[in-house]
Each structure stands twice: as structure tokens, then as C-alpha cells.
Nanobody, 123 residues
């Protein structure tokens, strides 16, 4: 089992940057794929970015490609999401999640979730 604790987020103007971090407990963090998701009130939760166990494979939603970068440090048990060129449409609660199953990062089931952090982008 793994517990995820998120940090970062906040309020930023359009065009600005924010960095989200997800810190995991447990010695087997490197055995999990990790994803970032977001959800706006009244909307479905959507996949934002994912990273494989070793950090080599990544995947992004089309809406954030070339603006967001996901990375991980298995020695520190952390996964970060660097968000650049933020837009008002990026406003949402962001969640990190971990999965112990293999498969496409966008579609695998995620089993453990962070507490969520608000990201607000003003126009």
C-alpha cells in the first residue's frame, strides 16, 4: 500500500507556471505507475499526465502536451508536475494517483489517491 501527499498549487495568472508535487510513503514506490488527474466542479475527472515505474515512459492529455512535464525521483519517492503557460481552462482540483497494474497510463485503473490540490488560473 502507498499513501500520497500532495503539495504545491495555488493561484496564478494566465501564462504563469506552477509545480505540483506528490510524495509517497512506502519502500516500493518504484513499483507503481503514477498519474495526475484533474477535476472541475460539474465535470468528469480527466487524465492529465502519467509516468511509468522507471520514469522512462510518459503520457499526456492533448490539452496539456508541450506545456506540462511529469517527472519522478524514485530515490525520494516523489512525482512532480511542472505546469507552464497555464490557461484559465487549467483551473481545477488536481490529484496524483498510483497504480500497481501495467498498461496504458491513460486507461489503467489507479488505486491510491492524493488529497487533491486547487489550481486556479486567472485571466
Amino acid at each position: 500500500q502507498v499513501q500520497l501527499v500532495q503539495s504545491g498549487g495555488g493561484l496564478v495568472q494566465a501564462g504563469g507556471s506552477l509545480r505540483l508535487s506528490c510524495a509517497a510513503s512506502g519502500r516500493t514506490f518504484s513499483a507503481y505507475n503514477v498519474g495526475w488527474f484533474r477535476q472541475d466542479p460539474g465535470k468528469q475527472r480527466e487524465f492529465v499526465a502519467g509516468i511509468g515505474r522507471s520514469g522512462i515512459s510518459t503520457d499526456y492529455a492533448d490539452s496539456v502536451k508541450d506545456r506540462f512535464t511529469i517527472s519522478r525521483d524514485n530515490a525520494k519517492n516523489t512525482v512532480d508536475l511542472q505546469m507552464n503557460s497555464l490557461k484559465p481552462d487549467d483551473t481545477a482540483v488536481y490529484y496524483c494517483a498510483a497504480s500497481y497494474v501495467m498498461g496504458p497510463l491513460k486507461t489503467i485503473g489507479y488505486h491510491y489517491w492524493g488529497q487533491g490540490t486547487q489550481v486556479t488560473v486567472s485571466s
